[in-house]
């Protein structure tokens, strides 16, 4: 055992306070840890072999010993969390944070800031908010910053030089600062601040602020911006009212740790409550499985240790069990926070009750990550991470399908995918009408000339397109979903998958810039030799047919052309179905159903009296019938 070769090491180390680390032969750290009396605690390692399997291995890989002495624990404390961040060594508890929930990331690194959905925490200038769980809860909240004070969702350079504003302007979910006539600089500056406070949870002064503004436009008699501002006000006052549904007044400023260990890992939820109310969730998580072979209170004071490095310490922080060295952990969070900081073990109460809701979910996080399907998925998600060179994982994956033929009845057909899971309730179809240039539906009358109940009815594929023109059709179709995101505010996706070679790509990426969105990241699909095209790049990407990734593609291709061809083939039935009755001015599709209904088929309504037609359509259009069918010929 190579910890034997250390004795004579280890019997010269000096009984003061410390960090020890091993390393192995090749010169890596291997271990960190730290001691009140470095020869005792190193010595101990002399007897420990059989203890765990991570103990037996790391005795056997250590090499070298080396030791740095502090004047405390509490300096020994900090010194081993920096050592652990800065090398990583392989047999300490790594923890790092989860990513399956959205933050909301404000963008000040720029001029005229934005409100983004991200997927990480970085330190880019910016300002993060979140995690929130559910994730829908950030795209709300994202969509909230649009409506209620203006904040720009397009990725456009903004100079303030632009003619005039865009639509998001008209349905007042931007203030338009690429209008400098329109939104000053200033009064954008401060609808980010207002963003800020929002997003930090600082309703009351959002409301303060809101309520001056008010008064202001008040006064100057601008009394539409004064109702929008006393709108904004009751949204702001709801919110604040639903979040103190989780407050308990009783419990102040504290964060609670619930932990899950088990034989894949581990997993800690850090609930963080302010001013008695839960304002914040993080998930720490160790994937390492040398982790499962740790105690709880080891694993507890990795994630204190870990956690406090990056976070800001409350006056009281509650863990489910007791840690080595509670009171030196107490002095080096109160020498962080610059007060009395106490670490506690709560028995009952309203504490208690936090410190189970933070494990309860600590347990099902633990069993989502580590179930056998979402092992595969996550694999096949990071691969599409590498190969296309995504900053993140892609966690949303939306993909689109056309289906026509001979150019009638040209439908489209949209499905998601988060995680890997196909999400059913979020699936959409289209049925193509086509666009003119600028985006705008075409228009068309009915066939007798006759404008009808509706009014204009848009044009048909066929109608306005020489054959068929997938092209024309994905760029419908992906205009359309995208415009609706934005006007919803979301979600996003990280990823979009065009079923198609490079003439689909094209149409899809088009309709982004035409919405100011050209910063989502596409890929399309060729059926042939199942090749990915990305844009900008000449060549296709190839991957394995064993790819987990290329899988997961293909399983939102082929959903997305199996939804896509049923509704199309719904589509000719209902063509097929399509009768007179159609044409037939004052019959809508409430009355086309009740005739049908009624008389079972076409052939029938045709033969009918106007007895029989009257209990089910009235005099008036029973008379319009009639004298519909008499001026066509009977078909055979």
């Known amino acids: 055992m190579a910890i034997r070769d250390l004795r004579e090491a280890i019997a010269r180390l000096p009984e003061q306070p410390g960090v020890y680390l091993y390393f192995n032969s090749r010169g890596e750290t291997i271990y960190v840890g730290r001691a009140r009396a470095l020869r005792d605690r190193v010595r101990s390692y002399l007897g420990a072999y059989g203890n765990s399997p991570k103990t037996d291995a790391l005795l056997d890989e250590a090499a070298r010993l080396e030791v740095i002495v502090t004047d405390s624990v509490v300096e020994a404390l900090a010194l081993e969390n920096n050592l652990i961040k800065a090398r990583s060594p392989r047999y300490n508890i790594l923890l790092r944070d989860d990513k399956n929930y959205p933050y909301l990331q404000l963008t000040t690194a720029e001029d005229f800031p934005r409100v983004l959905v991200a997927r990480q925490v970085a330190r880019d200038g910016n300002v993060y908010a979140g995690p929130f769980m559910p994730a829908t809860f950030a795209r709300k909240t994202m969509s909230l910053t649009h409506r209620l004070f203006g904040i720009r969702s397009c990725n456009e350079v903004i100079t303030g030089h632009r003619d005039r504003p865009c639509l998001e302007y008209d349905i007042k979910r931007c203030a338009a600062p690429c209008v400098a006539d329109v939104c000053s600089p200033d009064q954008y500056a401060e609808s980010v601040a207002q963003t800020r406070l929002f997003l930090e949870g600082r309703t009351e002064e959002v ?45 102040g400023d504290r964060d609670a740790f619930g932990v899950r260990l088990g034989p894949d890992g581990g997993v800690i939820q850090v609930f963080q409550m302010r001013r008695g109310r839960v304002v914040e969730r993080v998930e720490l998580v160790a994937d390492d499985v040398r982790a499962a072979t740790e105690s709880e209170p080891d694993l507890v004071q990795a994630a204190v240790q870990q956690f406090y490095a990056t976070h800001d310490v409350p006056p009281e922080v509650h863990v489910p069990v007791e840690v080595e060295d509670r009171d030196e952990v107490e002095r080096w969070l109160s020498l962080r926070a610059g007060r009395r900081v106490k670490l506690h073990v709560p028995r009952r109460g309203d504490a208690r009750g936090l410190l189970e809701l933070a494990s309860r979910n600590a347990g099902l996080a633990y069993d989502s990550r580590y179930a056998e399907d979402a092992r595969v998925h996550a694999g096949a998600l990071e691969e599409l991470r590498r190969v296309l060179d995504l900053p993140a994982a892609p966690h949303r994956v939306e993909c689109f399908d056309i289906s026509t033929v001979q150019g009638r009845e040209t439908v489209g057909s949209l499905v998601v995918c988060e995680d890997g899971r196909m999400q059913r309730g979020e699936y959409r179809k289209f049925r193509v009408r086509g666009l003119d240039a600028s985006g705008v539906r075409a228009r068309r009358k009915s066939r007798t000339g006759s404008r009808g109940r509706h009014g ?22 992906v205009l359309r979903r995208y415009r609706r995101l934005l006007d919803e505010g979301g979600p996003f996706p990280d ?12 149409s899809a990426c088009r309709a982004f810039e035409t919405l100011g969105l050209g910063n989502l990241i596409a890929v399309g699909i060729a059926k042939r030799d199942e090749e990915l ?4 790049a000449s060549d296709p990407i190839r991957l394995p047919k064993t790819s987990p990734a290329l899988h997961l593609i293909q399983r939102a291709r082929d959903e997305a052309h199996r939804f896509a061809v049923t509704y199309h083939r719904r589509a000719r039935r209902m063509r097929d179905f399509e009768s007179e009755l ?13 005739l049908l209904e009624r008389f079972g088929s076409l052939a029938n309504v045709r033969r009918a009296s106007r007895e029989e037609l009257l209990p089910v359509v009235g005099a008036r259009l029973a008379d319009v019938v009639l004298e519909h069918f008499t001026r066509l010929p009977m078909k055979t």
Request: hydrophobic share 35%.
């Open 207 to 251: 409301l303060a602020g809101l309520r001056r503004q008010m008064q202001e436009a008040s006064d100057g008699e601008r009394y539409e911006r004064a109702a929008q501002c006393r709108d904004a006000m009751r949204t702001v006052e709801t919110l604040r009212d639903r979040q103190q549904k989780m407050a308990t007044s009783r419990l």
């Open 456 to 477: 204009d009815a848009p044009v048909r594929a066929r109608e306005t397109r020489a054959g068929p023109d997938d092209f024309a059709a994905m760029e419908e179709v």
């Open 495 to 506: 990823l979009v998958v065009v079923d198609g070679g490079k003439g689909q790509l094209t």
């Open 533 to 536: 095209f990305t844009r900008g």
């Open 582 to 594: 159609d044409l037939i001015p004052g019959i809508g599709p409430r009355r086309r159903r009740a």
